[in-house]
Nanobody
Framework: QVQMTESGGDSVEAGGSLTLSCLSS????????VGWFRQSPGNKREGIAV?????????YYDDSVEGRFTISLDTAANTAYLHMNNLKPEDSATYYC?????????????????WGQGTQVTVSS
């Protein structure tokens, strides 16, 4: 079972930028999609960005991050990234990534419903 390890979370001021990384223990190339999720206290985990692993590398974003966040993929390094610009306090959350075999909208559920430990992003106003 593939394990995902997220890193890069930090505390930043509003308007700042961060890049999160997601390293897969297995080959990302065998997945259909890779997605980023986030969860803040009291809220459910939500998918915010998806990239298809095939040559198209189609990308889909939740409206809340469209135009500010960019998902990218380095299949040779089995690593996905989330580049976050113009961060807002409402972006504060624990961020998770997943590799899965189907996607809908900005969500790519993890195969086997397995999650990493996540990485914390805190944005102060």
């Amino acid at each position: 079972q593939v394990q995902m390890t997220e890193s890069g979370g930090d505390s930043v001021e509003a308007g700042g930028s961060l890049t999160l990384s997601c390293l897969s223990s297995g080959s990302i190339a065998s997945a259909f999609c890779v997605g980023w999720f986030r969860q803040s206290p009291g809220n459910k985990r939500e998918g915010i960005a998806v990239i298809y692993v095939d040559g198209s590398q189609l990308k889909y974003y939740d409206d809340s991050v469209e135009g500010r966040f960019t998902i990218s993929l380095d299949t040779a390094a089995n690593t996905a990234y989330l580049h976050m610009n113009n961060l807002k306090p409402e972006d504060s959350a624990t961020y998770y990534c997943a590799a899965g075999m189907y996607a809908y909208g900005s969500t790519c559920p993890p195969s086997g419903d397995s999650w990493g430990q996540g990485t914390q992003v805190t944005v102060s106003s």
